[in-house]
């Protein structure tokens, strides 16, 4: 049986213009990325999940991408800048199928069509949720549409060996959620999903500054200071690198410089961090003692905030299980995914258990 449903594409001649193609898509809360196979290697896109909408209309949308992305905190009163997913997970059908329109436009050609594509989407997500994931697809003009587990997909586009019956693990920290997923045998054997991410950490920093200093500044500007200064608190004396930051001032209203350093950002991070930490003592606890092994020597943590320096010192500190930071965090799921668009069997089971041999 075809994963993908039972429609058929139609047979391609010489004359026919339109292509059908695959595409990964990494729908995250911060930002798309799409991934396209071209031979052995990937054509990556990314854009910021925003979209700028009708304050008396959110469902006519006017920009999407890095332009509206440009607007937030700065629109009009008639416009507004939104993100169609919070933690992961889609608030706005129509604001979300904008965003993925847009993601296909980009990652296809001219007079081509997107045959198949892949949707990553947090591990918990209900059926609801996945089925409005599809149901995205579909309106935005996709032929057959799958939904894996982003957790899944990192594993695979890192190329660890989930076809093993020994174990791995994947910690992935998004934006809006972090997935903790065991794989055994090509499946997911037990996912925890902790409903926090880099998002929550750049509105810690806002928050921490403000006390600190009496100063506003943007979430933007703290977000660009976690990825320039940011570290997690762990055994390992790390360097306190510093940054320079314009904001307002809550007495004056005027501007005012403020230094973040990465002290700082350390102390916005712990209370998520330690949420982390709890979700991996958990899942821990589930797990079997005959894929412990496996888990032990095959573990990777992907997405933004897995750059934070420490990060692996800390899961260490913590949980006694060494973990490698992705070398390409933000890309990975979209790989993934893009790998299971091009080859839709790798997930049946009978494929599965034909790679362990």
Do not use: W
Not at 42 to 48: A, E
Not at 218 to 236: L, P
Not at 288 to 301: D, F, I, Q, R, T
Not at 339 to 357: D, G
């Amino acid at each position: 049986m075809n994963i993908f449903g039972n429609e058929e594409e139609e047979p391609q001649t010489e004359n026919t213009k339109v292509i059908s193609n695959s595409l990964g898509i990494d729908l995250g809360t911060l930002n798309t990325v799409i991934a396209k196979p071209s031979g052995d290697k990937f054509d990556l896109y990314q854009i910021p999940s925003v979209v700028a909408v009708k304050k008396d209309d959110p469902s006519e949308v006017l920009a999407v991408g890095e332009e509206a992305k440009k607007m937030l905190g700065r629109t009009p009163e008639d416009i507004l800048a939104v993100r169609p997913l919070k933690k992961g997970v889609i608030e706005n059908v129509v604001q979300a199928q904008a965003l993925l329109i847009k993601a296909m436009q980009i990652g296809i050609n001219e007079g081509e069509t997107v045959g198949r594509i892949v949707i990553g989407i947090p591990g918990d997500a209900s059926e609801v949720e996945k089925n409005a994931a599809e149901e995205i697809g579909r309106k935005a003009g996709a032929q057959n549409i799958l939904v894996i587990s982003e957790g899944l997909a990192a594993a695979i586009g890192a190329g660890l060996p989930i076809a093993e019956p020994n174990g791995t693990m994947v910690v992935d920290i998004g934006a809006g959620s972090t997935d903790i997923v065991i794989i055994s045998l090509g499946g997911i054997n037990d996912i925890e999903t902790v409903r926090c991410g880099g998002d929550d950490i750049d509105t810690k920093i806002v928050e921490l500054v403000a006390e600190k200093y009496d100063v506003a500044i943007g979430i933007h500007d703290a977000e660009a200071a976690k990825i320039e200064v940011g570290m997690v608190h762990c055994s390992e004396q790390l360097e306190n690198l510093s940054v320079e930051v314009i904001g307002k001032s809550l007495e004056t209203n005027r501007p005012k410089k403020v230094v973040i350093d990465s002290m700082l950002v350390a102390d916005a991070v712990e209370p998520y961090m330690q949420q982390i930490v709890d979700g991996l003592n958990v899942i821990l606890e589930r797990l079997s003692p005959e894929l412990m092994m496996g888990v032990y020597n095959n573990a990777v943590a992907v997405g933004g905030s897995s750059r934070l320096r420490g990060i692996k010192n800390r899961i260490f500190d913590e949980i006694g299980i060494p973990i490698e930071i992705s070398e390409d965090p933000m890309t990975v799921v979209a790989k993934g995914t893009a790998i299971v668009a091009a080859e839709p069997l790798a997930l049946e089971p009978e494929v599965r258990l034909r790679a362990m041999k």
